[in-house]
T-cell receptor
Framework: GNSVTQMEGPVTLSEEAFLTINCTYT??????LFWYVQYPGEGLQLLLK?????DKGSNKGFEATYRKETTSFHLEKGSVQVSDSAVYFC???????????????FGQGTRLTINP | DTGVSQNPRHKITKRGQNVTFRCDPI?????LYWYRQTLGQGPEFLTY????????KSRLLSDRFSAERPKGSFSTLEIQRTEQGDSAMYLC????????????FGSGTQLSVL
C-alpha cells in the first residue's frame, strides 16, 4: 500500500538552528511528494513539492530532495525562525480515478517549536 | 482568492445525533475534497467531487456519512447517528486545473461527539 512515515515530534529548536524533519514513504508506482505546513489556527498550506526523482522542492528557505533510492523526502532549513513554529506534514499523491485528483496520503505530522 | 471557508468551526454533539458541515470552496475551483484528521494523525482522504459529481469515496466513508455538492459550488458533509469515534477535524479543500491542481485547505470543522 501507500504510506508516509515522519520522524516523531515534537521537535524543539533554538532560533537559527539547522532543521531536519525526516520523511520516508512506501508507494506503488511513482508518487509525487509534498510538504504541507499548518500554522496555529490556519488551514494546511503547501510548502513545497517534487514530482520526480532527484527533484528539489524549495520555498521560504525550506528544501527537500526526492530520493528514490532511499524512498525519502527529508525537509531541511539552514536557519529556523520563531515564525516557523508549526506542524509539518509529509505527503504523497496517489493516482485517483480521475487524472489530477489530489488524493493525498499524509504522514502523522511533526510539531516544530522554535524558541527565541 | 477569498479562500476555502468551512462552517461551523466547532461542533459539539451528543452520540446518536446527526450533524452537517458546510464547505465553500474558492469560487472558480471545480474540484472539492473532504479529509478527516484525528488527533496526532495526518489528514485522511474521504471523498472528492468534480463539479457536482462525487467521483471517489474512501472506505473510511461509512454508510452514516454522506457528502453532496448539489450545484457544483458549496458542499455539505452529513454524519448520521454520530459515534464517539467520529470526533475529528473535518477538512475541506479545493483545486482547479488552471491552478495546477494546487490544493487550498479550509481551517476545518472540529467535531466533538460526547
Amino acid at each position: 500500500g501507500n504510506s508516509v512515515t515522519q520522524m516523531e515530534g515534537p521537535v524543539t529548536l533554538s532560533e537559527e538552528a539547522f532543521l531536519t524533519i525526516n520523511c520516508t514513504y512506501t508507494a506503488t508506482g511513482y508518487p509525487s511528494l509534498f510538504w504541507y505546513v499548518q500554522y496555529p489556527g490556519e488551514g494546511l498550506q503547501l510548502l513545497l513539492k517534487a514530482t520526480k526523482a532527484d527533484d528539489k522542492g524549495s520555498n521560504k528557505g525550506f528544501e527537500a530532495t526526492y530520493r528514490k533510492e532511499t524512498t525519502s523526502f527529508h525537509l531541511e532549513k539552514g536557519s529556523v525562525q520563531v515564525s516557523d513554529s508549526a506542524v509539518y506534514f509529509c505527503a504523497l499523491i496517489v493516482g485517483g480515478k480521475i487524472q489530477g485528483a489530489q488524493k493525498l496520503v499524509f504522514g502523522q505530522g511533526t510539531r516544530l517549536t522554535i524558541n527565541p | 482568492d477569498t479562500g476555502v471557508s468551512q462552517n461551523p468551526r466547532h461542533k459539539i454533539t451528543k452520540r446518536g445525533q446527526n450533524v452537517t458541515f458546510r464547505c465553500d470552496p474558492i469560487s472558480e475551483h471545480n474540484r472539492l475534497y473532504w479529509y478527516r484528521q484525528t488527533l496526532g494523525q495526518g489528514p485522511e482522504f474521504l471523498t472528492y467531487f468534480q463539479n457536482e459529481a462525487q467521483l471517489e469515496k474512501s472506505r473510511l466513508l461509512s454508510d452514516r456519512f454522506s457528502a453532496e455538492r448539489p450545484k457544483g459550488s458549496f458542499s455539505t458533509l452529513e454524519i448520521q447517528r454520530t459515534e464517539q469515534g467520529d470526533s475529528a477535524m473535518y477538512l475541506c479543500a479545493s483545486s482547479s486545473p488552471s491552478r495546477n491542481e494546487k490544493l487550498f485547505f479550509g481551517s476545518g470543522t472540529q467535531l466533538s461527539v460526547l
